[in-house]
Nanobody, 119 residues
Framework: QLQASGGGLVQAGGSLRLSCTAS????????MGWYRRAPGKERELVAS???????KYTDSVKGRFTISRDNTKRTVYLQMNSLNADDIAVYLC???????????????WGQGTLVTVSS
């Protein structure tokens, strides 16, 4: 399972760091990512990172957000700077994990953490 944390209320221009840790009978983790679901909008991929550290970002967060991971801790991070009202959303972490029971990677989701930005 994935456990996300780090959301909260921040003023416009401020920063937050989200964390998401995988637990359970996991042998390895392939891609990890952060999605968000804003009010009245569809879920979108914010950033992703491969097991080797290759990253991708949606255009609206490039230069402001940084995704990283610590494979020894099975954790993915999302450093969010210069936050604005457009970043208000529930942020969900996602990962493709390999365990001892499945031949192929299994895609799993965290529970989501709310980010609110005040003006």
């Amino acid at each position: 399972q994935l456990q996300a944390s780090g959301g909260g209320l921040v003023q416009a221009g401020g920063s937050l760091r989200l964390s998401c840790t995988a637990s359970g009978s996991i042998l390895s983790i392939d891609d990890m990512g952060w999605y968000r679901r804003a009010p009245g909008k569809e879920r979108e991929l914010v950033a992703s990172i491969t097991s080797r550290g290759r990253t991708k970002y949606t255009d609206s967060v490039k230069g402001r957000f940084t995704i990283s991971r610590d494979n020894t801790k099975r954790t993915v991070y999302l450093q969010m700077n210069s936050l604005n009202a457009d970043d208000i959303a529930v942020y969900l972490c996602n990962a493709d994990v390999r365990d001892a029971y499945s031949e192929y990677p299994v895609n799993i989701w965290g529970q989501g953490t709310l980010v609110t930005v005040s003006s």
